[in-house]
């Protein structure tokens, strides 16, 4: 087996594929492992690069790899899935990682540490408790219309769907009033365990100067701003606040040819939680500015007197991001532009 400079690593639950290629590109080997083995076998190898997708795992073996003496490159799967050559399977994969790993252009992923990961894991964990509660309100708003009763959607009405529960008098029969106090039962037990994290969270805010420096801007509230702190790699990494912007997701798709622009949706191609709270925060601003008022002359209330409300928004948040970076990289808190006369 020759020397590789580069491994293209196909990472999988039990069989792993390895893809080595030297300098100029030539295939020194291919190798099939079983998880017990695949540090067995880096160790064995000389300090190289070790490609892998971005993929679930990717981290914890690239945080291993790399205490091997290897340099460990994270790739998106994206951008690996064009070097395949027709046939799908794990050998082709890892070639198609390691091809891709030599591209001088190539974009790659910053290996998270433990401690960003597990910073992460509380909006994971809250997310998923936030979708299991809104699954058990609509399950409960929907056994209710069975028996005539129509209640409007949202958080704020689900006193409503419990108070017709709870009604003896009401048309629900007595044979489903123990049915539906479970769901009712699992929506209290979510509610109380959400605002245990939300309280987490906003503790976590308050501790970090950098998420307080944060929330000085307008629509980033704690849990965008410790969002943020822990799962933005290196604002350092990103060129300008519009590649920070385009990684978020918040820029629109380009349809361009023949030298003419034609730009169409976002593309919501990028970090998914921090881009719906950078949303969420910007419908807030931009219903206070329609219901209170925007200051005359401002960007905001231009916009909202010429453009659409959603369209507003998405810019607005598109705008969010570029700030939030242009604060993690210079530093300082911020203030808001004066409004020309």
């Not at 997701?249 to 622009?261: A, D, E, I």
Request: glycine share 8%; charged share 25%.
């Amino acid at each position: 087996m020759g020397e590789a400079s580069t491994i293209g690593l196909d990472i999988a639950k039990n069989v792993f594929q390895a893809h080595g290629a030297d300098a100029a590109g030539h295939v020194v080997f291919r190798k099939r492992l079983v998880r017990a083995k695949v540090l067995e076998f880096f160790a064995r190898q000389a300090p190289c690069i070790v490609a892998l997708e971005a993929c679930g795992g990717a981290h914890y073996w690239a945080r291993e790899i790399g205490k091997l003496g290897h340099t460990v490159r994270l790739i998106p799967p994206a951008y690996v899935k064009p070097f395949v050559k027709r046939q799908k399977n794990d050998a082709a994969d890892a070639e198609a990682i390691c091809e891709a790993a030599q591209r001088p252009g190539m974009r790659f992923v910053p290996v998270k540490t433990e401690t960003q990961q597990a910073n992460a894991l509380v909006f994971r964990t809250r997310d998923l408790l936030v979708r299991q509660r809104t699954q058990c309100i609509n399950a409960l708003r929907g056994h209710l219309t069975e028996y005539g009763h129509v209640v409007p959607k949202g958080t704020d009405h689900v006193d409503q769907l419990v108070a017709l529960v709870k009604d003896e008098t009401s048309s629900v029969p007595k044979a489903a009033r123990g049915i539906l106090q479970v769901l009712i039962d699992s929506i209290e037990a979510l509610g109380k365990q959400i605002d245990d994290l939300d309280a987490e969270i906003g503790r976590r805010a308050k501790d970090d100067p950098v998420a307080r420096r944060l929330m000085t801007i307008p629509g980033i509230g704690p849990i965008a701003a410790t969002a943020i702190v822990a799962l933005v790699p290196a604002p350092e990494g990103f060129r300008a606040g519009r590649d920070f912007a385009a990684w978020l997701g918040l820029t629109p798709l380009q349809r361009s040819t023949g030298g003419k622009r034609k730009l169409g949706a976002i593309s919501k191609m990028g970090e998914r939680t921090i881009r719906r709270l950078l949303i969420l925060g910007a419908s807030a601003v931009v219903r206070w500015a329609v219901h209170r008022g925007a200051a005359p002359g401002s960007w905001l209330a231009q916009m909202l007197a010429r453009k659409p409300r959603m369209l507003v928004t998405t810019a607005l948040a598109n705008k969010t991001a570029r700030i939030v970076w242009a604060l993690l990289v210079k530093g300082g808190t911020y203030k808001a532009p004066a409004v020309a006369a």
